[in-house]
Structures are given as structure tokens and as C-alpha cells.
């Protein structure tokens, strides 16, 4: 079992910066790809960036430029860097990760979510 703890939302006005942090605990064996999603109230959850183990970095449109990506492989950590926050940005933030398990002798990707943080933009 797996489970990802996010943390850092928080109310901010328009133009402000938020550090969003989500760290991934248990049983381990690597970290395959780490994204962040969003989902403000009546719309679909957005993803708005991944990073993959490599190091590949994927920005939505809506973000590119002011969303900064990362992640601390040693600690099991994904960071989110948002500057020039809009009254849009306004959501819950959610940590996705694609973690491989060993499970007896065998080698499992599975899916596991954090349980959200509220990103509160004032405009």
C-alpha cells in the first residue's frame, strides 16, 4: 500500500505564489511518473503538469510559464511551483502517482491519488 500526502494550499490573492508539496509513502519500489490535477467546482479534473522518473516534463497550456514542476526522487517528493496565480487557478489540487510495487515476487504498477488541497485564488 502506497498513499501520497499532499500539502502547501492555502488561500492567496491574484498574482501571489503557492508551493504545493506531495509526498508518497509505503511500499516503494519506484516512482514511475508524478502529475498533478486539478478540479474547480463543476468542471472535469484538468491535469495541469507531470514529471516522469526521467525527468520528462509535460505543462498544461493553461499553466506553462507560471507552474514550475519538480521532484525529489530521494525523498519520494513532487513539488508544484505556482507564480502568478489567477483567479482561475482556483481549485482542488490532487498528487497522482505511478508507483511500482513488489508484491511477493512480482513487480506492480498501480495507480494511487492524495486526498486534494484547496488552492484559493482572490481576485
Known amino acids: 500500500q502506497v498513499i501520497l500526502v499532499e500539502s502547501g494550499g492555502g488561500l492567496v490573492q491574484a498574482g501571489g505564489s503557492l508551493r504545493l508539496s506531495c509526498a508518497a509513502s509505503g511500499r516503494i519500489f519506484r516512482i514511475n511518473a508524478m502529475l498533478w490535477y486539478r478540479q474547480a467546482p463543476g468542471k472535469q479534473r484538468e491535469l495541469v503538469a507531470s514529471i516522469t522518473g526521467g525527468g520528462m516534463i509535460y505543462y498544461g497550456d493553461s499553466v506553462k510559464g507560471r507552474f514550475t514542476i519538480s521532484r525529489d526522487n530521494a525523498k519520494n517528493t513532487m513539488f508544484l511551483q505556482m507564480n502568478s496565480l489567477k483567479f482561475e487557478d482556483t481549485a482542488v489540487y490532487y498528487c497522482?502517482?505511478?508507483?511500482?510495487?513488489?508484491?511477493?515476487?512480482?513487480?506492480?504498477?498501480?495507480?494511487?491519488w492524495g486526498q486534494g488541497t484547496q488552492v484559493t485564488v482572490s481576485s
Open positions: 497522482n502517482g505511478k508507483i511500482t510495487e513488489v508484491i511477493g515476487t512480482s513487480f506492480h504498477e498501480n495507480d494511487y
